[in-house]
């Protein structure tokens, strides 16, 4: 490294902007195992406290792209573009969004997280699928788009090594919470995979990553400007979390109801709709050029002319899953016991609280808190209303599933009643999306 990391770190802590190619020597020589942790860490708390500059911010972002392996999808037809969410309760909008996109003549290239904490990854929720493989080499998972338009599956540890061992770093030094890093973090991954167009779901609110509107629509803001700044279009809405997305909550129970949307069949989850339908309608119109009108009439319609669920069916194939089998199997719950939760009173749903519902999915089992924790993929919450319904006293308000922690369902039962708000007025309108960064 021409400038020594400890100049660098004076220089940030006396709160200077750094250069472009110190901050890419850095990450360069921290990714080869050259600087040691404890200078990292004090370069992340450095960035914690003083922030960083836009310049700093993608200097950073594509030092970290540029640890790994690059994809590069100019060999297939379509445009290319994918949705990151910054995660939710009940959030299987990936499930929907991708093939939906892609069934609208969109490539989508999606690589994606385990979950940890209390909201899930999209890779161990699709792998509630009996046989779907969600860890393909990314030769398979370029095969898998170029044929069916679509592709979810963790990412490698070719894909930006550097955040891998940064994110470690900062989970374990206080440093994860710093929308320049956060930034560089999130958009170092969705730069390596390649899509030309970026649509970001920043969730705000009690079940979301960032609580307030001012931090959610601060990282938003930071998403877009880096993704164009490296070259791509860019979108980015932020959604209320304070409730929970549609009805369900948990691994299969989560494949259930996308497969419901998809299908146009069950309860219609008015909320997963329109999401489903105003991100894919961004990502068809950002990287096809068309008006985001026309694009939001094709995603409407290829919900419910089977298109979209065509798609998704055919991925899963291609993963290896088996839907026939996943449908035989949670029919009847997946071999979960189940336990109700009653209205206590008459009313309307005022309020359901996103972190309770959360916290007892993932004590049931859906969630892990270590890395290498295993999953009840039938457990979580089914919920059997939402925001503003009418409940009369003694209906279920929802049904908790559990299995190998069965034994937990009553003591969460009533931990989850503490979730709804019932009240005898009529509730004003739950507002979904909140606001929009260009
Ligand atoms: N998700 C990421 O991928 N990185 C962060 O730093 C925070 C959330």
Request: proline share 3%; glycine share 10%.
């Amino acid at each position: 490294m021409e400038t020594p990391v400890k100049i660098l770190l004076d220089r940030k802590r006396e709160g200077c902007e750094l250069p472009s190619s110190d901050i890419h020597d850095l990450i360069a020589a921290y990714t080869r195992g050259e600087v040691p942790d404890y200078q990292m860490a004090a370069f992340a708390m450095a960035v914690c406290c003083n922030g960083m500059t836009g310049a700093e911010t993608l200097a950073l972002t594509e030092a970290m792209r540029d640890s790994g392996d690059k994809m590069d999808w100019s060999d297939v037809s379509r445009p290319t573009a994918d949705k990151h969410s910054t995660g939710g309760v009940g959030d299987k909008l990936s499930l929907i969004i991708q093939p939906l996109a892609a069934s609208c003549g969109v490539a989508v290239p999606s690589l994606t997280g385990r979950g940890l904490g209390l909201t899930g990854g999209t890779a161990d929720t699709l792998e509630s699928i009996p046989g779907y493989n969600a860890s393909l080499t990314l030769a398979d998972f370029k095969k898998v788009v170029a044929s069916c338009g679509c592709s979810m599956t963790v990412q490698t540890a070719e894909i930006a090594p550097a955040d891998k061992k940064l994110y470690a770093l900062r989970d374990v030094t206080g440093t994860v919470p710093s929308i320049p890093l956060i930034v560089a973090s999130i958009l170092s991954k969705k730069l390596a995979e390649g899509a030309e167009t970026l649509v970001f779901d920043v969730k705000c609110g009690r079940g979301a990553f960032m609580k307030t509107r001012e931090q959610a629509v601060a990282l938003a803001n930071a998403l877009v400007s880096g993704a164009k700044g490296a070259g791509r279009k860019a979108s980015a809405l932020v959604t209320s979390m304070d409730e929970p997305l549609g009805f369900a909550v948990g691994n299969a129970l989560e494949v259930k109801e996308s497969i419901d949307v998809l299908k146009g069949e069950g309860r219609h989850p008015a909320d997963i709709i329109e999401l489903s339908v105003e991100f894919a309608a961004r990502m068809v119109a950002l990287s096809k050029g068309t008006a985001l009108d026309v694009a939001r009439k094709e995603c409407h319609d290829n919900l419910k002319n089977g298109k979209a669920y065509a798609v998704f069916a055919e991925m899963v194939k291609l993963h290896g899953g088996n839907l026939a089998e996943f449908e035989r199997i949670y029919a009847e719950g997946g071999g979960a016991s189940s336990v109700e939760v009653l209205a206590p009173v008459s009313g309307f749903i005022l309020d359901i609280d996103a972190e309770t519902v959360a916290r007892a999915a993932f004590n049931l089992g859906a969630g892990r808190a270590k890395t290498d924790d295993a999953i009840d993929m039938s457990s979580g919450v089914l919920l059997s209303v939402v925001h503003g319904d009418r409940v009369e006293k003694g209906q279920p308000l929802a049904k908790l599933f559990a299995k190998d922690r069965s034994a937990l369902l009553d003591v969460e039962a009533k931990s989850l009643a503490e979730a709804f708000v019932i009240s005898e007025e009529f509730p004003s309108v739950r507002r979904l999306i909140i606001e929009e960064i260009q």
